[in-house]
């Protein structure tokens, strides 16, 4: 998640006008980051995780009102990628397959006697990283589509 957010951070000033926005996903994915490592955090400084999402949301709120008028073309561009479909698979299999998959009951009527409380929590886990994969290699795809304004140019 962090990696995704260097390449929407880096690739900001080369998107244009619609760059703002590529700044928004990168808050997005250090705030994803950092609520996929919220025990690391808390037990580490003792600060809720929470606290941490305040900036990142007032930055994200601030370039989005001041950058509204090319909202639609951030919109255009990130929905008419093939790379957004990476994007799509990877939330349906975080916020759908993930939980099906990792529901107890499942496991427990699939296995019956050869059940261990651990196989849910496993399979679960596994798939939000193959969704985590997933979104950066959507991220990549997006970020290194060509630009306009090229920065390793010579002006």
Not at 25 to 31: D, P, Q, Y
Not at 34 to 52: H, N, R
Not at 93 to 116: D, E, Q, S
Request: proline share 6%; glycine share 10%; net charge negative.
């Amino acid at each position: 998640l962090l990696t995704g957010a260097a390449f929407w951070f880096g690739a900001s000033r080369p998107a244009g006008d619609i760059g703002p926005f590529y700044q928004v996903m990168g808050a997005i994915a250090v705030a994803s980051a950092i609520g996929e490592s919220d025990g690391l955090i808390e037990s580490s400084t003792g600060i809720k995780v929470e606290v941490f999402y305040i900036p990142l949301g007032l930055f994200a709120l601030f370039k989005i009102h001041k950058n509204r008028h090319h909202f639609g073309a951030f919109v255009d561009e990130f929905t008419s990628h093939p790379a957004a479909g990476f994007f799509g698979s990877a939330f349906m299999m975080i916020y759908v397959l993930a939980r099906f998959l990792g529901a107890p009951f499942l496991w427990k009527a699939t296995l019956g006697a050869n059940y261990h409380p651990d196989i849910p929590q496993t399979v679960e886990g596994y798939l939000e990283l193959l969704a985590c994969y997933l979104l950066l290699v959507g991220t990549i795809g997006l970020c290194l589509a060509p630009r306009a304004h090229d920065p390793t140019s010579l002006d």
